[in-house]
Antibody, heavy 113, light 107 residues
């Protein structure tokens, strides 16, 4: 069974760094693009970027370029989303999604002083 | 960026009704379009890809059509579990932007 399992909720302070993860199960991890999608409280879905774990080819939405880093580790079948300095406006639920089909359960990130 | 516009933003319908949601791209995207359902507090669920191909396990009352710039999602014989927010998303070019969503409510 294909599954994307995301890491748990995080509470951070502004300026802190953070990495959240998305682990793939039940399929050939290196053969499918994985995207990250942001959903701010009460708002719609925003596409942040996508990575191909086979060769780590990564494409960013210009709106998020430089604000986050997407990476992948083939050995652990895990994709990561990383911030070096969080802002309060990063408070949102973040989803990973295999291109077109399967979605992770979401990770709530709360940034508050 | 390719901009996706959905209409209506919200609609009310009754169980058993047939509803149609439209999605328009501001550039030609071929059939590189997906429809996604999201229920409150839940992760999104992919329904359709390639404008009209149902994901595995999606009921046949869901259907998609269109190509180029104009697309529709039709839900026939609405069931209680269909009341949710629906998003279109293109994947013709980066970034793969979403429409703003259509909230389907029970009348």
């Amino acid at each position: 069974e294909v599954q994307l399992v995301q890491s748990g909720a995080e509470v951070k302070k502004p300026g802190e760094s953070l990495q959240i993860s998305c682990k793939g199960y039940g399929y050939s991890f290196t053969g499918y693009w994985i995207a990250w999608v942001r959903q701010m409280p009460g708002k719609g879905l925003e596409w942040m970027g996508i990575i191909y774990p086979g060769d780590s080819d990564t494409r960013y939405n210009p709106s998020f370029q430089g604000q986050v880093t997407i990476s992948a580790d083939k050995s652990t079948t895990t994709v990561y989303l990383q911030w070096s300095s969080l802002k309060a406006s990063d408070t949102a639920v973040y989803y990973c999604a295999r291109h077109h089909d399967y979605w992770g359960q979401g990770t709530l990130v709360t940034v508050s002083s | 960026d390719i901009h996706m516009t959905q209409s209506p933003s919200s609609l009310s319908a009754s169980v058993g009704d047939t509803v149609t949601i439209t999605c328009r791209a501001n550039q030609v995207i071929g059939i590189a379009l997906a429809w996604i359902q999201q229920k409150p507090g839940k992760a999104p669920k992919s329904l359709i890809f390639g404008a009209s191909s149902l994901q595995s396990g999606v009921p046949s009352r869901f259907s998609g059509s269109g190509s180029g710039t104009d697309f529709t999602l039709t839900i026939s014989s609405l069931q209680p579990e269909d009341f949710a927010t629906y998003y279109c998303q293109h994947y013709a070019a980066y970034p793969h932007t979403f429409g703003q969503g259509t909230r389907l409510q029970i009348k």
